[in-house]
């Protein structure tokens, strides 16, 4: 069973810069595409922010282009997911997933359709 577990979430004044890293208990990084989620404060869905596929290929939703890097470290099993100029419309749970199928970012997920995620690490913008 592969677990992944997530650090560098906290609280931050907007235009902030946070770093999150997951760390994977397996080599997963470069078979699994991988990918960093956001549930926002209400809880009723959680969206993908920024993928990396199994070749390293990214992807971002809309809102974070420009301002977030989604990165992955194959030796370490890390996954990181490196934040800019953060706005109070990015806080929530971060979540890390990997899946065997393709994670889009942009859209709500189905949660338990994905083969693994992590426990979450809370992000906090306040204006």
């Known amino acids: 069973q592969v677990q992944l577990m997530e650090s560098g979430g906290g609280s931050v004044q907007a235009g902030g810069s946070l770093k999150l890293s997951c760390a994977a208990s397996?080599?997963?990084?470069?078979?699994?595409?991988m990918g960093w989620f956001r549930q926002d404060p209400t809880g009723k869905e959680r969206e993908g922010v920024a993928?990396?596929?199994?070749?390293?290929?990214?992807d971002y939703k809309d809102s974070v282009k420009g301002r977030f890097t989604i990165s992955k470290d194959n030796a370490k099993n890390i996954l990181y997911l490196q934040m800019y100029d953060l706005k109070p419309e990015d806080t929530g749970v971060y979540y890390c997933?990997?899946?065997?199928?393709?994670?889009?970012?942009?859209?709500?997920?189905?949660?338990?359709?994905?083969?693994?995620w992590g426990q979450g690490t809370q992000v906090t913008v306040s204006s």
């Open positions: 397996k080599d997963i990084t470069s078979s699994y595409n």
């Open positions: 997933a990997a899946d065997s199928g393709a994670l889009i970012p942009g859209h709500p997920v189905f949660i338990a359709g994905i083969n693994f």
């Open positions: 993928t990396i596929d199994r070749h390293g290929m990214t």
